[in-house]
């Protein structure tokens, strides 16, 4: 289980993404906060805007719907995790929080991914660590990378 320390999802959520592993409804639960109103201060226009971009990035790439790439709140067996990570090269390891890296490796182990949706609130603990353009570039550039394995073989 993925949780983001800042606290802008509850980890009172956790049981939900569980049951939807366990269950057997996916493989890869990945939360979506695009889906709930948010609190104000949850998330800047511009950063809502380049998730969605992300989104629609991510969907025609792996060829179903994804609908938030950004979400810290992941959960996925320990076995797809490790396969996940002894595989990261393949997509490039330069994901600098790991959503596409989990993602993008997840899609390639053929794993049902189910979007879970989440309440994002305002951080209640800490700052961002995400830099807009410096970061917003980087992960263009994962996507570019990855293209050019799934897409452009």
């Not at 948010?38 to 511009?46: D, I, P, S, V, Y």
């Not at 989104?55 to 790439?61: D, E, G, Q, T, V």
């Not at 993008?104 to 989440?118: H, M, Q, T, V």
């Not at 410096?134 to 799934?150: P, S």
């Amino acid at each position: 289980m993925i949780l983001d320390a800042d606290l802008t999802v509850p980890p009172e959520d956790l049981p939900r993404f569980y049951e939807a592993l366990r269950s057997g409804r996916g493989e890869f639960i990945n939360g979506v906060r695009l889906v709930y109103p948010m609190e104000k201060e949850a998330m800047r226009g511009l950063n809502f805007i380049g998730n969605k971009f992300f989104s629609s990035a991510f969907s025609w790439l792996l060829g179903q719907h994804i609908k938030d790439t950004l979400c810290g709140t992941k959960v996925l067996w320990r076995k797809d995790y490790e396969l996940i990570a002894a595989n990261r090269s393949y997509f490039g390891d330069f994901d600098p929080f790991g959503d596409f890296d989990l993602l993008f490796g997840a899609a390639k182990l053929n794993l049902k991914i189910i979007d879970l949706p989440i309440r994002y609130r305002e951080r209640t603990y800490g700052s961002t660590n995400i830099s807009r353009w410096k970061h917003g570039w980087l992960l263009l550039r994962m996507v570019w990378f990855a293209a050019r394995r799934i897409k452009f073989v």
